[in-house]
């Protein structure tokens, strides 16, 4: 799905190019000042190693762009053969890694089991009343876990394991569909890969909570998807899918204030590219729809909660925005040292998979401007932005601190960035730019790689009708002359009524059946 370049999107990029420019800073200089390098120094190839991304960044996609004008898009089968081939290795490897993990965790120790001997089943087990409602359920998750399979460590990090899987997978749907193949690739590949998620054996809430928000996520793109295809249509079928996901955010935005976040995905349908002009009033049901529903399902939960537990409903409203108010405003670290192993072996390798992951996120500060009216990167900046000033005012609790969320969806964005430098125009332009459903391509006689877009009513003319100009089209390709053959079939005689030249014969007019002459058939 592709969102109008605006003011508002300009400013998300330049926001994203900030933090861009101070990661890559950031991390030249962690990488140079323990080796005694100078901040001068660092700074220099700071600078360089950004002018060479974007500098790669335009070469690439201009290269990419004159091979795909000449290739065309026959290629279909095979990305998609490449594509699940690598899904399904990432996810064995995230697999493999995490379980790797786990067997090198130590189970007796007393790291990472607060939660575990909160919930483990004793005679005198209680769950602890949290007022934190992501961590309350997590507590009866596991405690019903261990009450089906016993007090065993091993069962507590299998669930953490299975939850973090889970997410990559809904996470790889929701950005397939919402930006594209390139973006969920590289998402996914962050999700099972990366240093920073390493702590797959670290018992608590966040991976129970971020499997619920990225079900949550796939069900607010179900809805623009379903708008940005029928958004046009009059009635309540093409908007209602926004009240669904309005419930859906109502009932994360009670468990963690972080899930009030995905109304940003159901606001960016105000700047959705549909297939067809859709008005703005009924963008604006949408959107009005998707906040009507969040509201609604937010207070049937603090009304459940109240009947559940015998408390007045303003009290645990109150309670609910005591733990998620504002509080001292902090920095967000960047970095900082990993409490437990990670899955690089040596620093070599750790300094090689910062550099690459620092080097895509870069990509998109420069892939932005390849296009000239589409983007795909704003609504994943937006969320990234939202949720680091959630988590600088202090308005997240230190149980889910929402960093690794925070990271993930930078590393959405930096995927994004990649997808921009590949030539998808052929693809927008079906989407969007008043390319209708019944127009077709055809390809003319020894222009093979010159595909044409030509509208079905045009084919009984001789020459080409007038092209619109395309993005990918680099120079005008002189127009040809179709070949029509002759239609060797007869044509059908044109039916004209006859007027009788005599009366009938009888006096009951409904009687048909009188006899004529053999050379009588009527067209003489």
């Known amino acids: 799905m592709n969102y109008k370049k605006g003011i508002l999107s300009v400013i998300l990029w330049f926001i994203y190019a900030l933090t861009a420019g101070t990661v890559l800073v950031g991390t030249t200089m962690v990488m140079l000042l323990p080796e005694g390098g100078s901040r001068p120094i660092g700074l220099v190839i700071a600078g360089v190693w950004l002018a060479l991304t974007g500098l790669v960044v335009f070469l690439l996609h201009r290269f990419l762009w004159v091979k795909w004008a000449q290739n065309g898009e026959g290629s279909g089968q095979v990305k998609l053969i490449i594509e699940g081939l690598a899904v ?29 001997d909160a919930v483990k089943v004793t005679e005198t087990t209680r769950i602890p009343q949290v007022v ?59 999700w099972m890969l990366c240093p920073v998620l390493s702590g797959a054996v670290i018992l608590g809430p966040e ?5 619920l928000w990225m079900i949550g996520l796939c069900v607010c793109v179900e809805a623009l998807d379903s708008f940005r295809g029928r958004g046009d249509t009059p009635g309540i079928r093409s908007v209602g899918g926004f009240f669904l ?62 009947v559940g537990s015998g408390k007045k409903m303003e009290n645990i ?22 409490a437990v192993h990670t899955y690089v072996p040596d620093k070599v390798a750790t300094v090689i998979i910062a550099a690459v992951m620092v080097t895509i996120l870069a990509c998109g500060a420069f892939s932005y401007w390849c296009r000239k009216e589409h983007e795909r990167q704003s609504v994943w900046i937006a969320l990234a932005l939202a949720l680091g000033i959630l988590n600088g ?13 925070l990271y993930l969806l930078l590393a959405v964005a930096a995927g994004a960035g990649v997808q921009a430098v590949l030539p998808y125009e052929m693809e927008l332009l079906r989407e969007v730019k008043g390319v209708l459903p019944e127009t077709v391509e055809a390809v003319p ?35 040809e002359k179709i070949q029509l053959i002759e239609n060797p079939l007869p044509l059908p005689k044109k039916h004209v009524p006859k007027v009788l030249d005599y009366k009938l014969n009888g006096d009951d007019d409904s009687d048909f059946d009188y006899p004529v002459a053999d050379d009588d058939d009527f067209d003489h």
């Open 88 to 116: 399904v290795a990432l996810i064995a490897v995230g697999i493999t890694l995490r379980v790797r993990e786990s067997m090198q965790y130590d189970i007796s120790g007393a790291a990472g089991n607060i939660w575990f």
């Open 132 to 190: 934190h409602g992501a961590v309350y359920f997590y507590l009866q998750v596991l405690h019903g876990l261990l009450v089906f399979l016993g007090n065993k460590m091993t069962a507590a990090l299998v669930l953490q394991i299975v939850l973090q899987i889970l997410t990559g997978i809904f996470l790889y749907f929701a950005v397939r569909k919402l930006t594209g193949m390139v973006a969920a690739v590289v998402s996914l590949a962050y």
């Open 207 to 211: 991976p129970l909570y971020q499997l």
């Open 245 to 306: 996901s309005g419930i859906v955010i109502g009932i994360l935005g009670y468990l963690d204030v972080a899930g009030l976040l995905l109304l940003l995905v159901v606001f960016s349908v105000f700047f959705l590219e549909t297939k067809q002009q859709v008005k703005w009033m009924r963008r604006i049901c949408a959107g009005a729809l998707g906040l009507f529903g969040t509201v609604v399902a937010f207070f049937a939960c603090i009304a459940l909660d109240a």
């Open 317 to 338: 409203l109150l309670a609910w925005w005591k733990v998620f108010s504002p509080g001292r405003f902090t920095w967000i670290a960047l970095y900082e040292q990993p």
């Open 393 to 405: 005012c202090g308005m997240l609790s230190e149980d889910m601190p929402g960093l690794t969320l």
């Open 445 to 479: 006689v020894g222009a093979a790689s010159t595909k044409r877009r030509l509208k079905v009513q045009d084919l009984e003319t001789e020459e080409f009708p007038e092209e619109e100009p395309a993005d990918f089209q680099e120079e005008p390709v002189e127009t």
